[in-house]
């Protein structure tokens, strides 16, 4: 990339830009950015001066809840069930600095766009300020962002009637677990409200606010459905988990025995405006009753690694026409929001046997961008092409062909070997958020230090939780080897 390239200039030099399947990687281009759209691309005769580049669509981080890793705060090898428990410790000490860390990492690695599919307020203020705040930290950053408060109004500790687990605690432990995860459950209306107003503070043309049902398990029948009406009648974009755990796929079963995927079709529930985080266990029926309604997955796969939740049917559910979309969950492989990384691992791991292939890295790179963008509301299909938004990232092709014996398509290397530290730039909007490592908007290491100094000075008032953990978890996992089928 010219040493102009992406600043006040706007004008972009790069030894190579992938254009998109169709069109593959352009050698030797300018482009002319204006207005925060890619106005001309155009092939010039002679490399680009500096450094080698290849210019790629941003990444969309699809699915994640700005919130730290659970491993700081001791959730280590265990399912979801007992890990989303032992995560209250990390309940934001400070809304602003929690969404500045997490947008900021993510920008670091690539990303324009991220969902925040926010699960756990910090309790400090009310939910439209807080929102307000996370919605300041995306725009101090850059990133296009998606915003849903996560809602839930039945099963707060486990998959049914947990009164057999806080009966079997002490005192102490059950007003601890009764103190820190039961509360009344909202009414169906009261949430539609509160998701406008939030929308009414922050909605604009970087902010998509969603409405979030933190998953069916979570949610009941009458929350669904007001939620798909609402959808229907608005056109606000739903996002949710579903199917993530085997627990979940014995629950879901026991409680739809009409089908739950099949449920969530006859409410209105999936539709083009519907994104669905993990799906690890849907079955071959149920993918295409998601492709059917042009629903959309998010696949999180270092996260189902970490939780112990399974592999997805991912090539499946793209040969049954499913768009599928990549996020991080905050539980990247390394736990350093790599979405680079994520792509590839996504992409080797359903990508089929011997000479059988599911799909060109080209094809899954315009697929799970367009899927992302689709997720989070951003403009645009994410093919670098005239008149689509200018968000884009600069790889460093000197760094990823590192050796450069022979010719090599720089696409096949990007998914052999690429990861966040080939990423020199980043451009969200025509604006530039990261280069060389260094986000823009905000002083992330800083932030970082004083996100622990919080978390550290926070933990006293978890001293409950720390010090009942060990009686407390044998109760949850106790209770779903029970009732849920699976151990």
């Known amino acids: 990339m010219a040493p102009s390239a ?12 992938f254009a998109g399947e169709r069109a593959g990687v352009l050698l030797n281009v300018r482009l002319t950015l204006k207005d925060g759209l890619i106005e001309r691309i155009e092939q010039i005769s002679e490399p680009a001066a500096g450094p080698r580049r ?12 700005a919130r730290p890793t659970g491993s700081s705060f001791g959730a280590l090898n265990m399912p979801l069930e007992t890990w989303i428990l032992r995560s209250a410790l990390g309940t934001p000490p400070d809304p602003y600095l929690q969404a500045a860390a997490s947008l900021a990492r993510s920008v670091r690695a690539g990303c ?11 309790g400090l203020m009310s939910i439209p300020d807080e929102a307000a705040e996370i919605a300041r930290a995306a725009g101090d950053i850059g990133i296009r962002l998606a915003f849903a408060l996560a809602v839930r109004d039945q099963n707060p500790l486990v998959y049914g009637n947990a009164d057999p687990v806080l009966a079997a605690l002490s005192e102490s432990d059950r007003q601890t677990m009764e103190a820190l995860f039961i509360r009344p459950p ?12 939030i929308a009414s503070r922050i909605a604009g043309p970087m902010v998509d606010v969603q409405l979030g049902p933190a998953g069916v398990q979570w949610c009941s029948r ?19 988990h579903l199917l993530e755990t085997p627990y979940q796929r014995v629950w879901a079963d026991r409680v739809f025995p009409e089908g739950l995927v099949r449920y969530l079709a006859d409410i209105g529930f999936l539709s083009p405006r519907t994104t669905l985080a993990h799906c690890t266990h849907a079955r071959p029926e149920e993918l295409d009753l998601i492709a059917q309604h042009g629903a959309r997955i998010v696949t999180n796969f270092s996260s189902n690694l970490h939780l112990h939740s399974g592999l997805a049917p991912i090539a499946d559910a793209r040969r049954r026409g ?29 990508d089929g046997c011997g000479f059988d292939r ?13 899927a992302g963008r689709g997720a ?29 014996i022979l010719p090599v398509d720089p696409l096949g290397l990007l998914f052999a070997r690429g990861n966040m530290s080939h990423v020199r730039e980043v451009v969200c909007a025509g604006r530039v958020l990261m280069r060389d490592g260094v986000v823009s908007g905000v002083d992330l290491p800083a932030v970082e230090a004083e996100l622990r100094r919080l978390y550290r000075g926070a933990m006293p008032g978890f001293a409950g939780l720390i010090a009942g953990w060990s009686r407390i978890e044998p109760e949850v996992q106790g209770w779903y080897r029970a009732h849920c089928g699976c151990g």
């Not at 324009?112 to 910090?122: D, E, F, K, W």
């Not at 909202?186 to 107003?197: F, S």
């Not at 390394?334 to 791991?349: G, I, K, N, P």
């Open 222 to 240: 009458a929350m669904l459905e007001a939620i798909a009406g609402h959808s229907l009648a608005t056109g606000r974009r739903i996002h949710m």
């Open 358 to 370: 599911t799909w060109s890295h080209a094809a899954f790179l315009d697929q799970a961008i367009a």
């Open 54 to 65: 290849l210019l790629l669509p941003a990444l969309v981080n699809a699915h994640d809840h």
């Open 322 to 350: 499913c768009a599928v979309a990549v996020g991080v969950d905050g539980l990247a492989l390394d736990e350093d929001d790599d979405a680079l990384r994520e792509m590839r691992l996504v992409q080797m791991a359903h």
């Open 6 to 17: 992406l600043s006040g200039d706007r004008v972009v030099e790069a030894a190579g830009c």
């Open 112 to 122: 324009a766009a991220m969902m925040v599919h926010y699960t756990r307020p910090s």
């Open 186 to 197: 909202p009414r169906p209306q009261d949430y539609l409200a509160l998701v406008e107003e």
């Open 376 to 404: 989070t509301g951003a403009p645009g299909p994410g093919v670098l092409t005239e008149g689509a938004p200018a968000d884009l990232i600069a790889i460093d092709l000197d760094l990823l062909d590192r050796d450069s």
